[in-house]
């Protein structure tokens, strides 16, 4: 985003028409201009404060938008590569001519995204349409998918095969099945009920440390912008968790010593909690799922991005276990890429 800011730059910068003698749009407010138009390359990045102005009008509070806009606000705008000078150049211009509003804290602008290898065109129907995907699928596995391919140094592509494999690897296997295992087990055994721990071993203390560098990992990704890496320490961790609860083996380990077992199964309930709080941007109607399965009211975002290691607590009931995530059968990646090109 940088160099090419500076290449826009030094290319100079030389007058931009930003009306045009149109009849429809937005009129000039100045003598002499009633034929004219503001063009919508130049409305359009106002859009982002008057749609604030609006929405903080239909509200209790109508200055609520100043808490976006002025002093501690960090605006973060996401958009293609192709929009970078509107947001680096012209829009912050703009801001700086009128006054008394934030500059942008951060231009994320990302190359592009492919689909089967080729460019995606509405006017081909080489796309897919958004309602038609709610139709068949839910949609955190869309967002988990397009989060780790995010293009952000390099073009990428989604394609359905790849879809498939992350939903029933990642989502399915490792990371619902982790969740599914520790419920159950936690039910089955302890009817539901939160265990009483008995302290931490060295398994125990390498987890939980796990847990806490990856609350900070994430954050730090997220902060940056840096969407893949961000789901790569999350899924990182439900690995490790998988591989603790099956070198714990609490299945095994009450029947003989249920005081062990229910140990680990309460270190694994917590670092589940602290999952749910790394996979909430990208797996929010799953993580609203798991708050409930954990026993928690209210929001999963309600305490904001952090983590106690023992706020899943003894004696808390929790709810049913369900599957988070539903296995696609492999069909489904002929049967979208045939509703592909079809008008």
């Not at 030094?10 to 003698?21: K, Q, S, V, Y």
């Not at 009008?57 to 808490?67: E, I, L, R």
Request: charged content about 25%; some cysteine.
């Amino acid at each position: 985003v940088k160099n090419f800011t500076l290449g826009f730059l030094e290319g100079g910068l030389i007058d931009r028409a930003i009306t045009r003698d149109i009849t429809w749009g937005i009129p000039i407010p100045l003598e002499g201009y009633e034929d004219k138009r503001i063009y919508v390359w130049f409305e359009a990045v106002i859009g982002y404060l008057s749609a604030s102005i609006e929405w903080a009008s239909q509200t209790d509070n109508p200055d609520q938008w100043k808490n976006y806009w002025k002093e501690d606000s960090k605006p973060y705008y996401f958009m293609g590569k192709d929009n970078i000078p509107f947001h680096t150049v012209i829009w912050p211009a703009m801001l700086m001519g009128y006054g008394g509003l934030n500059l942008p804290h951060d231009v994320p602008a990302n190359e592009y995204v492919n689909m089967e290898e080729r460019k995606i065109s509405t006017s081909r129907n080489w796309v897919v349409n958004l309602k038609d995907y709610l139709e068949r699928y839910d949609p955190d596995p869309l967002r988990f998918s397009l989060a780790s391919i995010m293009p952000e140094t390099s073009d990428s592509n989604f394609s359905w095969s790849e879809y498939v494999r992350r939903n029933n690897d990642e989502l399915v296997a490792t990371f619902g099945n982790l969740v599914h295992r520790v419920l159950s087990m936690t039910t089955r055994y302890f009817d539901g009920v939160v265990p009483q721990p008995k302290g931490k071993d060295n398994l125990d203390n390498s987890l939980i440390e796990k847990a806490n560098k990856t609350l900070l990992l994430v954050a730090t990704e997220l902060e940056n912008c840096r969407f893949r890496k961000a789901l790569e320490h999350s899924m990182s961790l439900a690995q490790e968790t998988n591989k603790y609860l099956d070198d714990k083996a609490p299945w095994s380990a009450y029947k003989t010593d249920p005081e062990s077992s229910g140990n680990s199964l309460y270190h694994c309930l917590n670092v589940i909690n602290c999952l749910k709080t790394t996979f909430s941007p990208f797996l929010p109607f799953s993580v609203e799922k798991l708050h409930s399965m954990l026993g928690f009211e209210g929001s999963a975002n309600d305490k904001g991005w952090n983590w106690n290691s023992d706020e899943v607590r003894p004696g808390q009931k929790l709810g049913e276990p369900k599957a988070l995530f539903i296995k696609l059968e492999d069909s489904v990646i002929d049967e979208e890429i045939s509703r592909l090109g079809i008008s």
